[in-house]
């Protein structure tokens, strides 16, 4: 593709956006507006993207319709078409209000809290840890159909091509940041509020051959450091902090610092709600 003609493909997208939003304006999505304009600046800038781009973003009318075509395209195998999945995601977020309200909020979350991310394009187009988190959104919603075999053959395949293992029965809350994502497992009976963080390797598991309630219950704005292990059905209150390395094996009242092998209560938070502030250091104001 030559330079002049993906800028012609990339702004036939934009005219084509500019004529759905003239003609309906309810269409209008702040955050989607947004990620197509940064989209924009991106295919200006590096002319060789631009089909890609054009392709994944600048063509949708809406933010479904361009997560659905993009993550399908990621997560396609030889017996799961890129079609097919397409329709599948599609049909999740046009029926769900929760889910497409959850992909804003976790988009934002990310641009808020990560220094990595200069744009909403960035993460979208090119952080795992978002992409595997809206894939296991719609493997959930299968799970609440009923479509058990479908989510599970998604789950695998959200494995294998992110690195992030999330049993689509899960409860997973709103505004969730799960940074470089390699190695995060979150089990079946696991559930996780709103406004949380965690980092890569974090495991939120059982702790053994136990069935029944069996994962971790995350409070709202917990910050959960890299490597970190929880493990049984615990709770780990609102508003706490998970040291990087830490083995969770008891319950951590809200807003407190856990840290060490195993995690033991050190300190507390400065902020109510450290998901959203990403500070990982460690006060140890006491012991227990």
């Keep these: 593709m030559t330079p002049e003609y993906a800028k012609k493909v990339t702004l036939t997208g934009i005219h084509?956006?500019?004529?759905?939003?003239?003609?309906?304006?309810e269409q209008l999505d702040p955050i989607w507006t947004r990620l197509r304009q940064d989209v924009f600046v991106n295919a200006k800038a590096e002319p060789i993207l631009a089909g890609y781009l054009h392709d994944t973003v600048?063509?949708?009318?809406?933010l479904e319709g361009s997560i659905s075509y993009f993550l399908a395209g990621k997560l396609a195998s030889p017996y799961l078409t890129t079609t097919s999945l397409r329709d599948i995601f599609?049909?999740?977020?046009?029926?769900?209000?929760?889910?497409r309200e959850a992909v804003r909020r976790d988009l934002s979350a990310?641009?808020?809290r990560d220094p990595a991310a200069r744009s909403l394009a960035l993460p979208y187009l090119n952080f795992k840890g978002f992409q595997a988190l809206q894939s296991y959104r719609v493997a959930h919603w299968l799970w609440g159909q009923d479509r058990h075999a479908l989510?599970?053959?998604?789950?695998?395949?959200?494995?294998?091509?992110?690195d992030v293992d999330i049993h689509p029965a899960a409860r997973i809350g709103k505004g969730i940041l799960i940074d470089h994502g390699t190695s995060v497992v979150i089990g079946e009976t696991a559930v996780i509020g709103n406004d949380v963080s965690m980092l890569h390797e974090v495991t939120l598991g059982g702790t053994g051959k136990e069935?029944?309630?069996r994962h971790p219950k995350v409070g709202n704005g917990v910050l959960i450091g890299a490597g970190a292990k929880i493990?049984?059905?615990?709770?780990?209150?609102?508003?706490?902090?998970?040291?990087?390395?830490?083995?969770?094996l008891n319950e951590v009242p809200p807003h407190s610092t856990v840290a060490g092998i195993p995690a033991k209560v050190v300190g507390k938070p400065k902020s109510?709600?450290?998901?959203?502030?990403?500070?990982h250091y460690v006060e140890f104001d006491f012991c227990i």
């Design 110 to 112: 990310v641009v808020e």
């Design 231 to 248: 493990l049984g059905n615990i709770k780990i209150g609102d508003g706490s902090k998970i040291a990087a390395g830490s083995i969770v």
């Design 58 to 62: 600048l063509k949708h009318a809406t």
């Design 151 to 162: 989510a599970f053959y998604l789950q695998s395949r959200i494995s294998e091509a992110f």
């Design 16 to 25: 084509q956006e500019r004529k759905v939003y003239r003609d309906k304006p």
């Design 90 to 99: 599609y049909e999740a977020l046009t029926a769900s209000p929760d889910i």
């Design 211 to 213: 069935s029944g309630d």
């Design 272 to 279: 109510t709600e450290p998901g959203k502030h990403m500070d």
